[in-house]
């Protein structure tokens, strides 16, 4: 005789089958406010996200600064002078691919731990001869600022062979002129032509004497081995450019704020430009004593000039 045993399932079967029917999916309506929850989520972190990016990428463009300071300081205790902002045969500068014309960054390598490269360097040839390409096209890694979008490389045709050579770039300058004047001999800043300035010289205090800043357009196919506006600037008159800057009249780009590639050179070729960079509000600025100050795009432009001049002996308000 056969008994009838229930099956352990059948007796929830029902209540599982009213259970499905009462499930809902999401509405339409309810699909889009969730939607616009995230999407302004997403628009309050994004701001503060980028923020705290741009906060990472301007603290390393200080400690570039800083360690370019360093160098410098310790090749002044060397040589108990400032290297030499450029050197060559007759002066001004003209900021073209001829000339001998080797900046003070190639100079300063020993001391930034790059020894590789100042060894590999001729100094018997000048800044574009061949024999120095593989160094021009070398990037150390504190020549440029994260926070600049450019690029850091450029190919360039080699007059002499008609070759294309590539040149690294780099985002820093040094001070040689409190305004724009070509590189020379009697500039008042720190990096002049073929005279190496010692610590004496900036009679105004190191304190009170800017050595090197931000840059961010002219001189990109110079190279950043190049003593030219390249790696020279004039710190005076205060301008906008691009994102931020200081002091970066006399280029097209001033003119247009555009950063097109073919705006990036000031139209007279003894011109340098000044300093510029794409951190909000102002730049970046290396002082003779190896401090460095974020300086203002606002900044009072005579206080600004009188910084760049090492012996001018003008007291200066707060900056």
Not at 59 to 81: P, R
Not at 221 to 234: D, F, H, P
Not at 300 to 317: A, I, W, Y
Request: hydrophobic share 35%; net charge negative; glycine share 10%.
């Amino acid at each position: 005789m056969k008994r009838n045993v229930p099956h352990l399932l059948t007796g929830n079967s029902q209540t599982e089958k009213s259970e499905r029917k009462c499930r809902h999916a999401f509405t339409l309506i309810e699909l889009l406010v969730v939607i616009a929850i995230i999407a302004i989520l997403v628009a309050l972190l994004l701001p503060a996200v980028q923020q705290t990016r741009e906060a990472a990428r301007r603290s390393s463009c200080k400690n570039n600064l800083m360690q370019l300071g360093i160098a410098i300081i310790n090749y002044e205790h060397q040589w108990e002078t400032f290297p030499l902002g450029t050197a060559n045969a007759t002066g001004p500068i003209i900021n073209e691919r001829k000339g001998y014309h080797v900046g003070w960054m190639v100079r300063i390598l020993p001391h930034m731990d790059d020894g590789v490269a100042f060894d590999k360097f001729d100094f018997t040839k000048g800044a574009y001869d061949p024999a120095n390409k593989e160094v021009a096209a070398y990037m150390p890694r504190w020549s440029m600022c994260p926070s600049v979008p450019l690029p850091g490389y450029f190919d360039v045709t080699d007059e002499e062979s008609g070759e294309s050579v590539r040149v690294a770039n780099t985002s820093y300058a040094g001070v040689h002129h409190s305004k724009e004047a070509p590189i020379d001999t009697d500039n008042n800043g720190i990096f002049v032509l073929n005279r190496a300035i010692s610590a004496h010289d900036v009679t105004d205090g190191l304190s009170h004497t800017l050595m090197a800043g931000e840059k961010v357009y002219g001189g990109h196919e110079l190279g950043w081995v190049s003593g030219s506006r390249a790696t020279l600037r004039y710190a005076g008159e205060s301008a906008k450019l691009g994102h931020s800057s200081i002091n970066a009249p006399g280029s097209k780009a001033d003119r247009d704020h555009s950063m097109l590639p073919d705006d990036w050179e000031p139209e007279d070729p003894k011109a340098t430009g000044g300093f510029a960079s794409f951190h909000t509000g102002g730049a970046q600025f290396l002082l003779g004593d190896g401090s460095v100050r974020f300086l203002s795009e606002n900044m009072d432009v005579e206080t600004f000039s009188h910084l760049g001049n090492r012996h001018d002996g003008e007291l200066l308000d707060e900056f």
